[in-house]
């Protein structure tokens, strides 16, 4: 059974840092698109980051991009996203997701985790 493990979300102030993993099992995910993906209350899950195979490329939307960083540990099969200089508006569930031909579409993705609570307090 494939799973996806988010861990790392909390409650922290303007301004701080949170790094989230998300650790997959059941398969190997070494040569597929990872992402990182939110929703808040009332909106549409948004694409936030995403990162190729290798972790050569990566993708961030505009709202995170300087502030956010994707890694990933292909030995681990694991993925991460660091998140600095957060703000309120960055409150949300962050959701992984594992395989997709096209890394910012959510809806290509073939595998998501259950999500880790952000909430950034102003």
């Known amino acids: 059974q494939v799973q996806l493990v988010e861990s790392g979300g909390g409650y922290v102030q303007a301004g701080g840092s949170l790094r989230l993993s998300c650790a997959a099992s059941g398969r190997s995910f070494s040569s597929n698109a990872m992402g990182w993906f939110r929703q808040a209350p009332g909106k549409e899950r948004e694409f936030v980051s995403a990162i190729n195979w290798s972790g050569a490329r990566t993708y961030y939307a505009d709202s995170v991009k300087g502030r956010f960083t994707i890694s990933r540990d292909n030995a681990k099969n694991t993925v991460y996203l660091q998140m600095n200089s957060l703000k309120s508006e960055d409150t949300s569930v962050y959701y992984c997701?594992?395989?997709?031909?096209?890394?910012?579409?959510?809806?290509?993705?073939?595998?998501w985790g259950q999500g880790t609570q952000v909430t950034v307090s102003s």
């Open positions: 997701a594992a395989k997709s031909p096209t890394p910012t579409d959510p809806s290509r993705y073939d595998y």
